[in-house]
């Protein structure tokens, strides 16, 4: 029974430990009017999470949140601008390609969505790349996506998981993306992009 309960302790210690990152990365994002506040608080909840899987576990999470927060808003914001406009000029073409009736035109529609593709795939990794490498803002944006190439088994992997899970749990329980959507998905990528980075050590 003693195990049992301290089993049942350390679990729930962990969900409220997820649930207050998830509701401190919802609260910081919004802080920043989204636009500004996503990025940052983003960078903060993964660099929590990649505390955690180095054995961490007693961070005070408020103030290290807060403070990674601080340190890499502007640098996060000029990754996220540079993203929004690469994602808002992909919607355009998408939109002028799709008001074409040539074959050629659809092609090159086409195209847009595997950049598209390419742009949610870089994302993904962006977030773990960043905070367990010190890189320049050019370099953040170059490795994630050459980590994402050269295995694209655990790309595939990691977006079949997060996209099936996201699915269920949205139709299923929507309410626990509220408070574990974020941070959960963000244990789950860091787990699965940290894999790699021995590979990368030397070079970046």
């Known amino acids: ?59 005070r999470i408020f103030a290290a949140f807060w403070e990674i927060y601080r340190q890499e808003f502007w640098k996060a914001n000029r990754i996220g601008m540079i993203l929004f406009a690469l994602g808002y000029l992909f919607s355009i073409q998408f939109q002028i390609l799709g008001a074409q009736t040539a074959l050629v035109y659809q092609m090159a529609q086409f ?24 890189l320049k803002t050019k370099e953040c944006l170059k490795w994630p996506l050459i980590v994402a190439i050269v295995h694209p088994i655990l790309t595939v992997f990691l977006l079949a998981c ?3 899970a996201g699915y269920f749990i949205f139709h299923a329980f929507p309410a626990v993306l509220f408070f574990f959507g974020g941070s959960l998905s963000a244990y789950f990528i860091t787990w699965g992009v940290s894999k790699t980075f021995s590979k990368y050590e030397a070079a970046v």
């Open 162 to 164: 997060i996209g099936l």
């Open 111 to 134: 195209s847009i969505v595997l950049a598209f593709a390419l742009l949610a795939i870089f994302v993904v990794y962006l977030f773990p790349v960043y905070v367990h490498f010190e």
């Open 1 to 59: 029974m003693a195990e049992v309960a301290r089993g049942y302790y350390t679990f729930a210690i962990w969900i409220t430990r997820f649930a207050y990152l998830n509701i401190l990365w919802i609260l910081f994002a919004i802080a920043g009017l989204l636009f500004f506040g996503v990025m940052p608080a983003t960078v903060a909840m993964f660099a929590i999470i990649r505390k955690w899987q180095r054995g961490e576990d007693e961070v």
